[in-house]
């Protein structure tokens, strides 16, 4: 992914809520789950890592990014923003993007 267009993402993210949290357990399969439909149906997801002070938030969404296929926006304390485009949604031009709607 481009700086470009990681920019691009980054402004779309900021009024996002986080829609998948990550708790006490750390990545269960649940999470990882959870996380993928997120991916399939939104394409641009906030994730509120849990306060697992051993793990750094950066670590953690990397090995998101790697069990989900996706690519890591950003990471701002301890929230990560990902990104995985789905080829199956119609994209219109003129169109709202899946995480507005």
Request: net charge positive.
């Amino acid at each position: 992914m481009k700086g470009k267009d990681r920019a691009v993402l980054r402004a779309e993210a900021h009024h996002l809520t986080p829609t998948v949290h990550v708790g006490q357990q750390g990545l269960t399969p649940a999470v990882v789950t959870a996380l993928d439909d997120a991916l399939r149906t939104r394409e641009l997801v906030k994730v509120k890592l849990g306060n697992k002070d051993d793990v750094k938030p950066k670590d953690v969404a990397n090995s998101l990014a790697l069990a989900t296929n996706s690519a890591v926006v950003q990471v701002i304390g301890r929230t990560a923003t990902l990104f995985r485009e789905n080829p199956e949604i119609e994209k219109k031009r003129g169109e709202l993007p899946p995480w507005r709607k």
